[in-house]
C-alpha cells in the first residue's frame, strides 16, 4: 500500500505555532489528501463497516475468538502494517496515510481500540526501540496478525502515575532470562494477544520494557473487565508470578522503559484524537439524518433553530478537531522525512516522536473531549431513542467516555503541554521569553495594543488569533513569573493555560486551512467552512479571554489585577459576529448530505 509523496512543507518546531505565524500554503489540510491517502481511507471504512459492524452484537457479547479474527482479517487486507517498515512486512505508511487510517477505521469504536492497541501502542516499541533480531522476529507476524499485541503500562495502583510501577525484572544468576514479577492492569487485547509489551523495573528500580510471548512460563492473562463501554474490546489484567523471558527479549536499554512508554504514548495520543475525530463524523451523520426523519409539531426536528444550533455546533467542534490533526500530521510528516536522511536515523525519529509531544496531546484532549460533546448533543437530539441501545448513538455515548481516561487522562495531558512549552522555554528551544518580552514591550507602548482596525476579508479572525497567542503570553507569562518553580503545584492556573494553549492552536488551525480554501476554490465554493471558521474563532476567543481572567485573577489582586485585566480588555475589543444566522447556515449543509460537509476539503 504505498503512498504518493506530498507537497514539501517546512519543518516546524512541535509547540512553535504559539510563537510563529504561518502562511496558508505551508499548513496541510484534507484537501491536500492524495488519492492513495484517499484510498486507504476507503479501504478501511469498508472494512469495518462491512466485515466488522454486522458482527458488533457478537462482539459487544465477547464471542470468543472474533476480535482476533477480524484483526487478522484486517492483517490480510495490509491494514496492521501500516507502522512497520517495508523491511520487516510492512507498509511503512506515511504519518498522513497513518492519520487517514484511524480516522476511518472509527466506524466501531471497539474495532479502532483494539487496532490502536495493536497496530499502534503494541507494535510502536518494537519498530523504535528493537533491534534487528527482535524486529525480524516480531515485527512480520505482528503486520500480517498473524500475532497480535499490546501495551502493559498500567498496574492496579499506578494508571496515571506510571514510574510508580511495582512489577520487578531480576536477571538470572547464569544471565539467560529475565524473571518478571508482577500484575498489570486494564490491558487492551490482553485476553488474547500473543506478544506484551511490558514495563518492569529492574532490579525494583530501573524502569525498563520487556517483549514478553503468551507461552512464557509464569505468564496469565486474567478475565475480562466488564466495562460501560467499548464492550467489544479486550480489556484483562497480566499477571506475572516468575515469568521467565529470555534475556534478548529487553527492548532497547535497561532503566531506558520510562522513554519507551512516553515516546510510544506520544504516537498512541495523536492516534487517539484521530479514531475520536471518525467517530465524531460519524455521529454527526447518524444525527442528521435522524434529525430530518423524525417528525415533531409537524416538522422535522431539523427545522427547529435550538436542533440547528447543535447540529452547527457539532460540525464546527469537528472541523476545529480536523483542521488540527491534519495540521500536526502534515507537520509530523515533514519532521519524518527530513529525518530520514539523518545520520543516525532511529534516534532521529524518536526525537521527532518527541518534539511533537504538544500537539500528540492536543490531539488526544481536544478530540476526546469534542467526541463528548459530539456524542452527547446526539443523544438529545435522538430524544427518547437515544437511550434505547437499538439505536446507534447510545453505544457511541458510551464508547466515548473512555477516551478521556487512557493514553494518559486528559488532567494529565494538560499539565504535560504546559510542562513541555515551559520547559522548551527556558531551554531557548522555543522563543517564548523573547515574545513575552516583545509583548511587554507592545503593552507598554499603549494606544494600538490589541492590533487597530482589522484588514482584509479575515482580518478580525486574523486579529483575534494574533491576540490568543498574546493573551496566553500575558496570563501564562505573567503566572510563570509569580510562581516560578511552584508553577507545577498551581494545576488549576496549568489548566487554563493548557486551554488556552489548545484553543489557540485549533483557531489558528481553522482559519489557515479556511484561507487556503478561499484562494484554492473561492469563498463562495467554501462559503459554510468560512462561516464555521468564524463562528468558532468568534467564540473561542470569548473562551480564550475566560481562562486567561482566571490565570490573571490567581496571579494578582487589587489594582495590579485591574491593570492586567485592562490590559487583556484590549486584546478582546472586537466587533459583534452574528453566530446565529451564520450557524444556521453550517446547519444547512450538514443537513443538505447528511454528514460532515467538510470532508477532504
Ligand atoms: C478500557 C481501558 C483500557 C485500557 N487499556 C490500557 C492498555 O492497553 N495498557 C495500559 O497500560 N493501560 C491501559 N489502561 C489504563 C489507563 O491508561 C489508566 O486507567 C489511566 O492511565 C488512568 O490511570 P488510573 O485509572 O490509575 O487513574 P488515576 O491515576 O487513579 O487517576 C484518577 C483521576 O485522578 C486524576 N489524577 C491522577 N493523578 C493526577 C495528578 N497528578 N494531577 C491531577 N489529577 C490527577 C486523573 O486525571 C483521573 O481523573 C486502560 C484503561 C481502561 C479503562
Redesign the pocket.
Known sequence: MATTATTPRPVTKGGSFLVESRKPEEVFTPADLSDDHRLIGQTAEEFVTNEVLPLAHDLEEKKAGLMPSLLKKAGELGLLGGGVPEQYGGSGLDKISSTVLAEKLSVYASFA?SHG?HAG??TIPIVYYGTDEQKKKYLPKISSGEWLS?????E???????QNLLTTAKLTPDGQHWILNGQ???????GFADVFIV?AKVDGEKLSCFIVEKGYPGFKAGGE?K?M??KG?S?VPIFLDNCKVPKENLLFEIGGGFKVAVNTLNVGRFNLGAYCLGGAKNALAATAKYAKERKAFGKSLADFGLVREKLAEMTIRIFAVESMIYRSAGMIEAAMDAAHGAADKTQELMRVLEEYAIESSISKVYGSEALDFVVDEAVQIYGGYGFHEEYPVARAYRDSR?NR????????NR?LMVDMLLRRAVKGTLPVFAAATKLAAEVLAGPLLGGGEPKGPFGQEEQAVANAKKTFLLAGGQAAQKYREGLKDQ?EILGAMANMLMETYAMESCLLRTQKAVAARGQAAVHAMVDATRVFIYDAADRVEKEARTVLAATFEGDTLRTQLAVLKKFHKRDGVGTVALRRNVAAATLTGDRYPFEGR
Open positions: 481500540v492497541a501502542i503494541g499490546c501495551y502493559c503500562l498500567s492496579p495502583q499506578a494508571g496515571s502515575d506510571a498489570k492492569m486494564w490491558i487492551t487485547n490482553g514495563f473487565e466495562k463501554g467499548i474490546s480489556t473512555i481516561i487512557f493514553e494518559g487522562t486528559n488532567e494529565i499539565m494545576q
